[in-house]
């Protein structure tokens, strides 16, 4: 859905970066789509520039303002600053209710016409949201109202992120075994690695970790676990051995199992990892997110909240994503410290193994049922021009 003159051409979306990579990713992401695809212009707000850059290398941290593929990317550094309406765009959108600058606010409520201002929410399967998504919430004072955007896995949300294009591109890789080994040996996988199961890892640093290199040490299949540097550090510096936390480049063999340790790549290359390995473990929400669009099995660690909140959310998406096998789900569960007895891994594990051909497929079948739904940029833009 392209826009016309006479609807909105500027979108202005705050973010400020708890999750170090995810939140910044998703809206990294979605600023790049609505300028590519849809003809947006816009201006990203980011409070920590060092995590965009270390998926982003463009990013010039010391800056206050830069053009990056096309969007302007502002440094967000306090809540002062005046604001005219002239500095206010025709879309506001604050990412997970990070309560953008009062004199912006302001300036909003003195616009003719008014922006439409969107608190673009988290994602989660949890069926309240479905209540929840478009509500609107006027203002306390002030002649604004702001809409509730979730996205989400059904018709009743908003979507996923979905770049046009995507799927054809993944198709295209991981139909090319070269291109893969080629993109691979960049990180020092070797032909006989390339020929192991592949594990891409990234989780959060209470992931029992080191408990699944045992067991993969010991493991009847060969396997090369590919982890970011900085991931896992405890678990990976004392199976690589280093005297200090394992930088990228540093590798080890240990029985079955070989662990790598890559830089922290730009998106398009990460989801080409995701792509290449047989098994992603992500975090998060949008390395979880790009997981799914990468048609693989994968393991979801998710983001941890007090009282174990987060347990729910997990559940809630394991039952909409149709976690049938008891495997994924015993699995799932162990990983995030959701089980109520101590997890055997190496039973977990072999289980779990032996179900991921059946949950490949599973992948699959989730990623068509996925796009039915239309991708959150369209959806969100749709949406807009029916409040505007």
């Known amino acids: 859905m392209h826009l016309n003159k006479h609807q909105a051409t500027s979108l202005a979306l705050f973010c400020k970066v ?21 003809g947006i212009a816009v201006t990203l707000w980011v409070d920590d520039l060092s995590s965009f850059q270390r998926i982003c290398p463009e ?9 990056i593929a096309a969007v302007t990317v502002r440094h967000w550094r306090d809540q002062d600053g005046g604001f005219t309406p ?6 506001v959108i604050e990412f997970f209710a990070c309560d953008i600058p009062p004199g912006y606010i302001t300036a909003m409520a003195e616009c ?20 929840c998504h478009t509500l609107p919430s006027p203002h306390r004072s002030l002649p604004l109202t702001k809409y509730f955007f979730f996205p989400g896995f059904n018709n009743k949300t908003g979507g996923l992120p979905l770049e046009s294009g995507l799927a054809q591109q993944r198709q295209q890789f991981q139909s090319d075994p070269a291109a893969m080994a080629a993109f691979l040996a960049q990180f020092g996988v070797t032909p006989t690695e390339m020929a192991s199961l592949k594990v891409s890892l990234f989780c959060y640093p ?58 922290f790549i730009p998106q398009p290359d990460y989801d080409k990892l995701l792509w290449a390995c047989d098994l992603n473990f992500v975090r998060g929400e949008d390395s979880f997110v790009r997981a799914q669009w990468a048609g693989k099995a994968f393991i979801w660690h998710i983001y941890p909240q007090d009282k174990n909140l987060h347990h729910v959310k997990l559940n809630a998406f394991l039952q909409c994503y149709g976690a049938t096998t008891d495997s994924l789900m ?18 977990a594990w072999s289980e779990f193994q032996a179900d991921m051909p059946k949950i490949a497929i599973m992948s699959l079948k989730w990623q068509e049922q996925l796009t039915l739904h239309g991708d959150l940029a369209s959806n969100l833009l749709t949406f807009v021009n029916t409040v505007r």
Request: proline share 5%; glycine share 10%; charged share 20%.
């Open 18 to 38: 708890i999750d170090n990579y995810g939140d910044i990713g998703i809206c990294w992401r979605l600023a790049r789509q609505l300028e590519r695809e849809h």
């Open 59 to 67: 990013v010039l941290i010391d800056c206050n303002e830069q053009q």
């Open 86 to 91: 002239d500095d206010v765009a025709d879309i």
């Open 112 to 131: 003719n016409p008014r922006p439409v201002w969107l608190n673009l929410e988290g994602l989660s399967a949890e069926e309240w949201v479905e209540g």
């Open 206 to 263: 209470q992931a029992p970790v080191a408990a699944l290199f045992e067991v993969w040490q010991g493991n009847a299949t060969a396997m090369t676990c590919l982890v970011p540097e900085g991931v896992a550090a405890d678990a990976v510096q004392a199976f690589i051995g280093a005297s200090g936390p394992a930088k990228a480049g540093a590798s080890a063999t240990r029985g079955a199992l070989t662990v790598r340790v890559l830089p």
């Open 330 to 347: 015993g699995f799932s569960l162990g990983w995030n410290g959701a089980e109520k007895e101590p997890v055997d891994w190496h039973a």
